[in-house]
């Protein structure tokens, strides 16, 4: 399973941006999919996640500000990210639990990442 994200860059303080992730390879179910980022100099740490049933969520100090929605059918994950802060700025990765054919365990997905820039 692979997965591409698209949708960072360099924005201003307060702006906004989406981020999208596709995943591709053999997928018979796909479990979870969500977002991990890791700024300079810091660990990896979780931003959200959306399971298969829908529940969404995330860490605290993107609550209100960060929303993820899923594509289903299309394995695909976004995160619209708004009001954004510096202590945004950090390379965004998505993240995946799938199940790649029936009666497989489960195995998980990253991606490379995309960066997200936030500076005035």
């Known amino acids: 399973v692979q997965l591409v994200e698209s949708g960072g860059g360099l924005v201003q303080p307060g702006g906004s941006l989406r981020l999208s992730c596709a995943a591709s390879g053999d997928i018979f179910s796909m479990q979870l999919m969500g977002w991990y980022r890791q700024a300079p100099g810091k660990q990896r740490e979780w931003v959200a996640f959306?399971?298969?049933?829908?529940?969404?969520n995330y860490t605290d100090s993107v609550k209100g500000r960060f929303t993820i929605s899923r594509d289903y059918a299309k394995n695909k994950v976004f995160l619209q990210v708004n009001t954004l802060k510096p202590e945004d700025t950090a390379v965004y990765y998505c993240?995946?639990?799938?199940?790649?054919?029936?009666?497989?365990?489960?195995?998980?997905?990253w991606g490379k990442g995309t960066l997200v820039t936030v500076s005035s």
């Open positions: 959306e399971s298969s049933g829908g529940n969404s």
């Open positions: 993240y995946a639990e799938v199940i790649p054919e029936l009666g497989w365990p489960g195995m998980h997905a």
